[in-house]
């Protein structure tokens, strides 16, 4: 495979108007060599169909592969895909060796279902977080709620200080939420604990792509609980 940036151009529909109009598909960015198209990513610019005939703007998902050297980091995100397809392809990924070829041991593999978990894992990685905490740490939220009405959705935004900053959606809109950074430090322990332990089989190859999302982190936790509720378990 090519790793470098590359695109491909497709005649697209306004959902609104149905004018046609051509839009540029990005297949790979690489951020290395062309951190413009980091930032419309991360603005949710980069595949904006802008209609001339009605003014309304959409953006369009479609499969992207990002390239991160300079942070070891390769995500691949397939929102065309089913979850069933999803781990299939993730099957795939692990036997595609020359993907990985060049980067550091230490790299971050993954596949995502959505650009915002694409935007999210960026986030993450850059700011040298764990997604996979992360992940856990957002299940506990949503698990045990915040506020009167339930949360649909919550995504890490950034770090600051001593304090990780998410947006969260209910049924009023999106609107800003912070955590202690010790909710953090407590879901490392933990995922620190089902490495040494070996309770989850993807945990043992962790150079490999991963799919982490919120399925992933219900393991950990159930993984988890299961051992603290086990006969002789302290």
């Known amino acids: 495979m090519n790793l470098e940036t590359s695109f491909h151009q497709v005649l697209a529909q306004c959902p609104v108007c149905f004018n046609e109009e051509t839009l540029t598909i990005w297949d790979m960015i690489d951020a290395s060599t062309d951190p413009d198209l980091r930032e419309k990513l991360l603005r949710k610019t980069l595949q904006s169909l802008d209609c001339r005939n009605c003014g309304h703007a959409t953006l369009i998902a479609s499969p992207l592969t990002y390239l991160d ?57 850059e700011q040298k977080l764990d997604d996979r905490v992360l992940e856990i740490v957002k299940l506990a939220v949503l698990r045990h ?62 150079a490999g792509f991963l799919l982490v999302d919120q399925a992933y982190a219900a393991r950990c936790l159930d993984a988890f609980t299961a051992v603290q509720t086990a006969p002789g378990e302290v």
Request: proline share 5%; with cysteine; charged share 30%.
């Open 69 to 125: 050297p300079d942070h070891g980091l390769i995500i691949e995100c397939r929102p065309d895909l089913s979850p069933a397809e999803l781990k299939s392809r993730l099957d795939q990924l692990r036997q595609e060796p020359e993907l990985v070829e060049g980067l550091a041991g230490d790299s971050c593999l993954r596949l995502v279902a959505s650009m915002n978990d694409l935007i999210e894992k960026i986030h993450a990685r």
């Open 145 to 206: 709620g915040t506020a009167e009405t339930a949360i649909e959705e919550l995504r890490f935004v950034r770090a600051i200080a001593d304090e990780l900053h998410f947006v969260l959606r209910n049924n009023d809109g999106w609107f800003q939420y912070a955590l202690p950074g010790q909710a953090y430090d407590n879901a490392a322990q933990l995922l620190d604990r089902l490495i040494d332990t070996g309770l989850l089989p993807e945990l043992e190859d962790e």
